[in-house]
């Protein structure tokens, strides 16, 4: 059975910075495509980051120079790390694996950025 079980989440000082960590059990995700997704109060569901088999990234434009995302495929690991942290940056945040027809989730963990 496939789990993506998301860590990290807290409330965070704008300004201050943040590291998001994702575990994935029950497959080998070294083809998969992982990254993150984050729904804001009131807002839809919006990709943040994107990291690809071969390492490649993509990053939303209001995160691009703030956020990094990296991945272990030994350790079936994806993290966020964030600095300069917003409060528009609060939400919630998900992990995801994707192959082709094949699309995981986590059940996400909230970041809260507030003084």
């Known amino acids: 059975q496939v789990q993506l079980v998301e860590s990290g989440g807290d409330l965070v000082q704008p300004g201050g910075s943040l590291r998001l960590s994702c575990a994935a059990s029950g497959s080998d995700f070294t083809y998969y495509s992982m990254g993150w997704y984050r729904q804001p109060p009131g807002k839809q569901r919006e990709l943040v980051a994107i990291?690809?088999?071969?390492?490649?990234?993509n990053y939303a434009d209001s995160v691009k120079g703030r956020f990094t995302c990296s991945r272990d495929n030994a350790k079936n690991t994806v993290s966020l790390q964030m600095n300069s942290l917003e409060p528009e940056d609060t939400a919630v945040y998900y992990c995801?694996?994707?192959?082709?027809?094949?699309?995981?989730w986590g059940r996400g963990t909230l970041v809260t950025v507030s003084s």
């Open positions: 990291v690809y088999s071969g390492g490649r990234t």
């Open positions: 995801f694996a994707q192959f082709g027809y094949r699309d995981y």
